[in-house]
Antibody, heavy 119, light 107 residues
């Protein structure tokens, strides 16, 4: 069973770049595609985008100009960068990975990491 | 974007009750509809994918149905551990979109 762990700074200043990493344990990174999802405190879920082990990405148009996702197969890691953050980007950020070839989506989730945007 | 609308937004029920949550898509998503359970302070967990396929390890009291634009999640006999927030999500196209959630509370 694959396990995921998000990591990164819990506090980011306005206008700076949020950077998070999702490490995959117990699986071959090439067998998955991984999504990033966020949840503002007390609110619902927002899909940010996904990336395949090959590096192919698809982003939510609402965030597309500020988002970059990447993969480092040697480290079993997927990464998220979100530029020019504001208080509206304060949220718990989750990575969720799904094995290729299944009809499922968002199959395995990390615990999430809270990122607060504040000076 | 495809809009997903759940009803009700909140629901109070008792242990042993049969509960149904509805999800409607603004356009057809065929059967690319998934349900997630989220307990307070925890990450969501996939319950059902493809509208009706139970994710491995999920109890059989959970079931899903529907296709096109109208879907339901049913819990046949509520257990104490089922009190949580439930989200539907379409995976027919990008951007993936979620319903606003249904909070299931103990009566």
């Amino acid at each position: 069973q694959v396990q995921l762990q998000e990591s990164g700074p819990g506090l980011v200043k306005p206008s700076e770049t949020l950077s998070l990493t999702c490490t995959v344990f117990g699986g071959s990174i090439g067998d998955y595609y991984c999504s990033w999802i966020r949840q503002p405190p007390g609110k619902g879920l927002e899909w940010i985008g996904y990336i395949f082990g090959s590096g192919t990405t698809t982003y939510n148009p609402s965030l597309k100009t500020r988002v970059t996702m990447s993969v480092d197969t040697s480290k079993y890691q997927f990464s998220l960068k979100l530029t020019s953050v504001t208080a509206a980007d304060t949220a718990v950020y989750y990575c969720a990975c799904t094995v290729l070839g299944t009809d499922a989506d968002l199959q395995h989730w990390g615990l999430g990491t809270l990122v607060t945007v504040s000076s | 974007d495809i809009q997903m609308t759940q009803s009700p937004s909140s629901l109070s029920s008792s242990v042993g009750d049969r509960v149904t949550i509805t999800c409607r898509a603004s356009q057809s998503v065929r059967t690319h509809l998934n349900w997630y359970q989220q307990k307070e302070g925890r990450a969501p967990m996939l319950l059902i994918y493809g509208a009706s396929t139970l994710q491995s390890g999920v109890p059989s009291r959970f079931s899903g149905s529907g296709s096109g634009t109208d879907f339901t999640l049913t819990i046949s006999s509520l257990q104490p551990e089922d009190f949580a927030t439930y989200y539907c999500q379409q995976s027919y196209t990008t951007p993936r979109t979620f319903g606003q959630g249904t909070k299931l509370e103990i009566k």
